[in-house]
């Protein structure tokens, strides 16, 4: 391992490297994930194994809407009367009254749907729907019902004849069928079913629970869904979901059927007022319109008419007439007189008007004026040839006036028939005027009186129209809702889902032991690894000592295992470190660490064995005289370091021991604990033993007490030519780094340099410590059998 790796590229790679330890942090514990999941696998196996399973049921229907594409509207007695006709269907009022719980409560009371029948078996219970043997009738007393809680009852088969019955676990006794049983909760009666015949041969268990229906028709209503399935149509879907797939059908064939019949004994009810009250108006009607036309009737008898308006247009034409024949006799009179005038004033030859009088005044008159003229033309024409003594004109003189006598007569006896006829017009005149002067106000009154006939006719007949149409109604009541689909249950369960619980497993699984692992690292406040070391310490790494895989506690030349090659990594980064220092002398290297128990023996044992294979001279001191550890490792002289320093006269080379095994390998005791070891270790004497030392061998590898915990460490720290700090993985706490980073930075520990030791190798080769072990001679550890199977 190179511990002298360019930081640029270090820095590069960094992120990588993050990404990838936290990979590694999880993949090292594969085995947890494999037995999580299978166990959350497993898990999920026997519960759907052991779940009740949850099937869904539908049903589509059409319900009536007169503002959508739904069924026509039957026919609405009063629907044209405005305020008198009811509203309109609409879908959102349809489908809150399917969910209503009244509807509900009458579908679960028409089921029976509050009593449940439940056969146990040895691990799972089976509901009995429509398959029980008995049929359970329960009426509870007022303090159960108060309670409102479900009540379990035990039926057990004695005999065809024969139950035994028990409650809360305690036997009430053994009953006949078909009987009352009157207990201290209320009253029973268990009766046998169609299906019974099958079990007459069978014992049979079932317990009987019993549930108030409020409560059963609130887990219904619960349950119920109901949605449009367009906002253009009015095509309404029901489903539910529930444990028996029967049961669920006959819950929404029945709701639906119970909402139809809802809804025709409504519209029926509402027709049936309808019908009441048209008969009621009509009788009414019949009343007022018989008083109406009796009113006509009267006002006719007593104006003397019998249709007005006719009466009235031939009294106009008449007083026309009258009008017509008043002139008309006025002006025959004035004519008259006229003539009478010139009659009188006339000479006998003078020829009398005839064309005055009209054709139908006075034929007489007429006729004896036309003589006349004709008498006076013929006198005046003798008289032209003759003289008026002549007898002819004489005698036409007395013709003339004989006849001018009887015209004068017949024009007085005109005058006096049209002074009679005058009169008789001026009375019918003022009749007229009188009769005139009513017809506005005759008129008036009879269109009041004709248009309250009119109203009364027209209503009367509308209501004989609406009560035959109400009878239609009633005789042909339609359905609100038109069942398209009728209920039907799905055969693959809604719940529970085989795929997603057994993914649901997989993921918890999956997760368990990622969050126990990420969980732990986070409360984990020990070294892991290297990526710790160098993420809080600046100090140079030798490198990384994985855990030991075999149990020798010095290595041999013939060592392959993964500590052996990382402590000979550590040796051959150290032999870098010392390049510079003169080879003289011996190279003097103190092991330490922060507390005991991480490893600095034996890191200085191994490493101290490691550089004698190599052919170097070795010695190694024990310097941990407080808590000396060297004799657990190596068979050395019990005396040593402190009895040297103690005792005058001595040689320290009567305390170093040569190790049989090990051509180049010394070791010096570190001897009897002594009570004052810090004033024992800054004494000059042990001092000038290193210079003695340094000259009899090539590397002096010696073991001190950890700088943590004591200063024999520092006190000694000049006689070094570096320091080997030791931290142990999963041991030292985390905030404990700052005490060699203080030693580093404060210079207190020469030439100091760390190694991470007790590391955990990762798996194909991740991780430090690859490639440790690897060559010809390494050992492999012969594992059980069992242990082989998550080998790879």
Known sequence: MNTYTDSSSQENQESDFNIREQVEKYLIHWKWFAVAVFATLLLAFLYL????PLYSASTTILVK???KGGLSTELSALSDLGGLGGAESNVDNEIEILKSRTLVENTVEKLKLNVAYVMQGRVKSAELYTASPIDFIYLPNKEIVENNNSETFTVTSVSAATFKLAYLEKELGVFKYNTIIDTKVGKISVTKTIFAAEKDNQEFEIDCIYSPVAKITAAFKNKLVVSSLSKTSSVVELSIVDAVPARAEDFLNTLVALYNQNAIEDKNLVAEKTSDFISQRLEFITNELTDVEKDVEGFKNQNSLTDIESETKLFLENASDYEKQKIETEIQMNVVASMVQFLNSSKPDDLIPTNLLSSGANSEAGSLIGEYNKMVIERNRIAAGATLENPVVQNADKRINALKANIAQSLSRMQSSLSIKKRNLDREGAAIGGRKSQVPRLEREFRIIDRQQKVKEALYLYL????????LTLAATEQSAKVIDSGLSSDIPVSPKKM????GALMAGLLIPFALIYVADLLNTKIKNRGDVEKRLNIPFLGDVPRSESHEELISMNSRSSSAEAIRMVRTNLEFMLSSTSEDKAKTIFVTSTIPGEGKTFLAVNLAGTIALSGK????????????KLSEYLPINPQGLTNYLTKSGTKITDFITKLDKYEHFSVLASGAIPPNPAELLMSQKLTGMFEDLKSQFDYIIVDTAPVGVVTDTVITAQNADAFIYVVRANYLDKRMLRIPEMFYKDKKLPNMSLVLNDT???????????????GYGAEEEVLPWYKTLFKK
């Open 760 to 774: 955990k190798i990762m798996k194909k080769g991740y991780g430090y410590g690859y490639g440790y072990g690897y």
């Open 65 to 67: 809407d007169d503002k």
């Open 464 to 471: 004989l129209q609406k009560r035959e149409e109400t009878a």
């Open 49 to 52: 194994r052991y779940a009740t």
């Open 617 to 628: 001279r070795v010695l190694l001191i024990g310097m941990d005289i407080r808590n000396p």
């Open 500 to 503: 997603i619980v057994y993914l």
